[in-house]
């Protein structure tokens, strides 16, 4: 049943009352295999190599990638233009200057400088840098670098001169900049990605960063070699303070979380708005969500808990009694009135106006983002439209209801979705009337497929969409454009079937989910296609 | 130094000798197809249209009154209420071209559909906030054509990076969008290259030159692998050609306090506090950049696909531009009416009048290469996206020109580009751009044919003199 209606969901083309399609994926493709690190990834990863005690900050300086895709590890985003190159060569010859001049950072890359042999040097570092053993030729190649380095760094010992030289050099080799995999041997109709390949996936994927020595060692040693082994390891780096940051990227960019801050509201309807109350609930939200990862939650509990995390500001609009001060505390939120992250502050009040709730808006995103439903982009704008009626309910149906214009995607599509939210004002406060008299947020809403829910409220209507195949499929589809770097293809159907199946009737933890991708060929082997170029 | 930092400030009214790397990076690409001249050239970007007539009975405040001769100092005169007249100090520098037109509907959104035709000409893929455009923008264009091999044009924003629409206007081939710089100080720091002696500065390049070789190499080797795919290759390729030996060149350099002022927003320059402030800093940095010769060509978005900026207009702080834009406290088409909101828009395109005119006294005050301002020897472009406010159309956009291209243009007109049969669509405005800074077909005549082949070819010759 469940498979049933995702795939159609999936397989493109079921258009929902004249409004747009409903298609998740891209036509098959070769699989792209040197994914660029994102500058959030240049930046841990050069923290890591060199033992930093702070991010260098030097990726902030770097050319900006364009907005293509969901998410900033895109590799449709990710080119090295001129602009970009010149910002690379900067960074490496900095950063190469700086641990030639700080003796604790050099005696991490040349532990003996007495007794250093070259060689090792170059294979040490080149191992961390590469993350992977550097080939013979390799090897020589950087050890040539140190022969002409002193010449060019009068002002240091020649072995420092050389470290420099190299440093400078193999923070710009493609081997540093790109996730390059080059694994080419077919294994069971497979081809799978060596170990350091494999190591270099999980620890970006968790991290951000490179390989910790565990992870070397383990790619060393074989143990990820079969799904058992990534699984275990994978479980391991989950469980790593640093991956809770990881999927706060994930969700900020998932549920376009960046929106929330520069939020105004009018100061005479909202007379205790600050500006400042956007970045506190984007910081609210992403607790929240990493609260249910922190606890086994999965999918549905997005839609359904309320659990909040609060400071006196926030604790206003939520009408919470008690004592709160500057810090988030803990607290449950009343579940007459909220459910889930749809029901919250930030989510509420970035999809209004000043004055207003914004039902449009609000449908709008649970539809694209939540339900990854496609909505035809609406026509032109056409002149001021007469709105009638005595509630922002009724007014947006005067324009946009049935027997308009707007009757194809907002009647059935759109506005039932943000209707159920007419209970939250602009600022995301509870409210029962409007403009004095009773909101209403009743609503059914059709699916692209022809199939309805009727629900009473936002509460109601997020309890519904725990239980919708819809939403496992779109949350489950974003969280593998994540954790591949790239868009979903047709030959990752079976694996998002599969998914956003176990989310829903297993209710599978967002861990598990992660795990679980983690051990299938799509994250631990090349597809066979990429060897057609396209 | 302090005459180098005098020359680059344009406070010393004397132009000092280039350094000697300047004239190796010029020796060295010596191809016909370059132009012989020095024409730099910039296209800045307001967003949601501008106030003028031709929607409910809104009032024109953006054109003045009549086509004709500008001088310098007449648009004050004639047309004190318009928004142009405050570029009357340069009046007889001005081209102000009415009556253009984008070649292609949107699809679904204005302004997206606007802002990635307005330097493209090009037809569009996708629909809404995922719409590309199909071909190159200009900017890029001209850099190909006149900046030094692998010297890419600026590519500029003031403006968060991230946005519902976020920046969209520069394209280096169909689908291929650009990334743009909006630290300041970022933008300050890639230009500002290696000082140091002449002696320091080739042993940098002799260092870089050993490490560029290494790392040619193994891009090589990765390029041989026999199984890529054509975006792996072309990647891999775009980096290969990327890698410069002779990237030494001359120092561009700004004042100390000046600096100071940039890195003092180094981590807050998204802020829509500091829209205008980074959209000043951004052309300065472009006036420096032409000054010392470190690119030819650039392009500044100011604000987001859909500019959300709140501007102060009057002192006081009002809602977002695009809401105003639509008259309406509202993104989309329903919402209460913004009382006054024709008025807030004209405010708002009297701001982006400032900044360009700060950018031209910029560019006048540095020396340009063929004997009189910078700003003679430029042509730069203030353009929008969109024509007007509602309806958001895409006829008789505002473009306003500024700079001789070293006497190619005939400045100090307002000249009207529509024929009896409509609006001209404004990929010929762009292909004048294009001779201007001195790009010719091969036999030697006018290029005439950049943008979408479906539009008809030619350059506006009213603006050549």
Known sequence: MYRLILGIVIAAGVAGAGCGRDTAFEPASAVDRFPRLSHAQWEATVQDLFGLPEPSGLSSTFQPDPQLGRFDNNIARLGVTSGLWQDYQRAAELIAARVATDSTLLAKIVPEPATAQIRDIVTTFGLRAFRRPLKEAEIERYVGLFDGAAAVFPEHAPLTAGVRLMVQGMLQSPFFLYRTELSTAVVEGAMPLDGYEVASRLSYLFWSSMPDRELFAAAQAGELADAEGVRRHASRLFDDPRTREQFRRFHYQAFSIAEYADLDKDPILFPAWRREIGGMMQEEILRFLDGVITADGGVADLLTSTKAYVNADLAKIYDLDGTFGADYQEVELDPATRAGLLTRAGFLARNATLEDPDPIHRGVFINLDVLCRTISAPPDIPDVLERTGNTNRERVDSITGQGTCGEGCHHTVINPIGFAFESFDAVGAYRTSDRGFPVDTAATYKFADGRTITYGNAVELSQQLAKTPEVHGCYTTHLLEFMLGRDVLRADREVLDRLAEQSLAERLSIKELVLTVVSTNTFRARSLDVRSPR | MINRRRFLQGLGGVAVALPFLESVRWGSRATAAVPTRRIYSMFIRQGNGVQQAGYGGELERFWPKATGLLTKGSLAVTDPDRTLAILSDYGDKLTLVRGTRFGFPGNGCGHSGGLNQCLTAANLTGEGKDTLASGM???????????????????????PQSAYLAHGLSYSGPGQLRGARNNPFA?????????????????????????NDLVRTEMGDLLGNPDLSTTDRDRLDMHFQSIRDLEVGMACVLADDKVQAMQDIATVFEANEHRIKVADFMLELTALAFACDATRTG??????????????????????????????????????????????????????????????????????????????????????DLANGPPHSYGNIPQVLAGGAGGFLKTGQYLDASTPTGMTTHNKLLNTIINAVGIRNEDGSYYDRFGDPALARGVLGAMIK
């Open chain 2, 137 to 159: 923008s200009v900017d890029y264009f001209i850099a190909s054509r006149v900046n030094a091999p692998g010297i890419e044009p600026l590519t500029l924003m003031s403006g």
């Open chain 2, 187 to 211: 933008v300050y720091s890639n230009l500002m290259g290696l000082a140091g002696s002449p002696e320091l500065r080739q042993q940098i390049a002799t260092r870089r030159k050993s490490v």
């Open chain 2, 299 to 384: 392009s500044l978005q100011i604000g987001t696909g859909n500019d959300g900026t709140r501007y102060y207009v009057n002192g006081v702080l009002q809602n977002t531009f695009h809401r105003i834009s639509h008259r309406i406290d509202s993104d989309g088409a329903e919402g209460a009416a913004i009382p006054n909101a024709d008025l807030l828009h004209h405010g708002i395109d009297k701001i982006f009048a400032g900044i360009f005119k700060r950018f031209l006294d910029r560019l006048s005050a540095y020396p340009g290469p063929n004997g009189g301002t910078l700003l003679d020897d430029s042509v730069v472009l203030w353009t929008n």
